[in-house]
């Protein structure tokens, strides 16, 4: 059973370009996390989501970011018009219920340059 | 409001000695409590987590941590120190409503020969 993977491992990309980070959850886990790391600190909750659903968003920035879990497909966080403060590592996290303990994968680097 | 407190974010031991890392809570309601490992560059891997009943929860790697309420703390030990325990670790709690984890900013463990 694979982990959840996370794509790609490593981004860069200039600012004001588009950044889209991909989530594949393990097998069988219908809810999705995502979470942004920023150097030397811990992580902090952007948004969960269940198939085609979001159910909190109450840590996404109001502009410029968006999440979705279709009802195919990975999750995508998509980030319009990227800036310097942007640059982080932003991981993915599912699990096959809440508060069971978040399987998390691997992580997306991403660098605005 | 939730929140995690985790003391010290460097903690430095000799191989062989006992590893306590420090996690204080803040909950209005029973909280469920997690121990997470960070190696570099990769993702979070879960330890242990305390959701009810036995106070004294076991994990993996010989990883063990205590709730006590009273105290609202659920630190971390391990008995003897290995080499392979260099990593950052990460406490992190969440209430049976929400669905989020809020972590703590971390504590980086090093381990002396």
């Known amino acids: 059973n694979a982990g959840v993977m996370q794509n790609p491992r490593h981004l860069v990309r200039r600012r004001g370009q588009e950044a889209r980070l991909r989530c594949s959850p393990m097998?069988?886990?219908?809810?999705v996390y995502w979470y942004r790391q920023l150097p030397e600190e811990g992580l902090k909750f952007m948004v969960y989501?269940?198939?085609?659903?979001?159910?909190?968003e109450s840590g996404m920035p109001k502009e410029r970011f968006s999440a979705e879990f279709p009802k195919e497909g990975p999750s995508i966080l998509r980030i319009q018009q990227v800036v310097r403060g942007d640059s982080a590592a932003y991981f993915c996290?599912?699990?096959?219920?809440?508060?069971?303990?978040?399987?998390f994968g691997s992580g997306t680097r991403l660098t605005v340059v | 409001a939730q929140s995690v407190t985790q003391l010290g974010s460097h903690v430095s031991v000799s191989e062989g000695a006992l590893v306590l890392l420090r996690c204080n809570y803040s909950?209005?309601?029973?909280?469920?409590l997690f121990w997470y490992v960070q190696y570099p560059n990769q993702g979070l891997q879960l330890l242990l987590k305390y959701t009810t009943g036995a106070t004294l929860v076991k994990g993996i790697n010989g990883f063990e941590a205590e709730f006590k309420k009273s105290e609202t703390s659920f630190h971390l030990t391990k008995p003897s120190a290995h080499m392979s325990d260099a990593a950052e670790y990460f406490c992190a709690v969440s209430d049976s409503l929400a669905n989020k984890l809020i972590f703590g900013s971390g504590t980086r463990l090093l381990v002396r020969p």
């Open positions: 097998k069988g886990h219908s809810h």
């Open positions: 996290a599912s699990s096959p219920r809440r508060d069971d303990g978040y399987t």
């Open positions: 989501l269940q198939k085609e659903n979001i159910i909190d």
């Open positions: 909950s209005s309601v029973p909280p469920y």
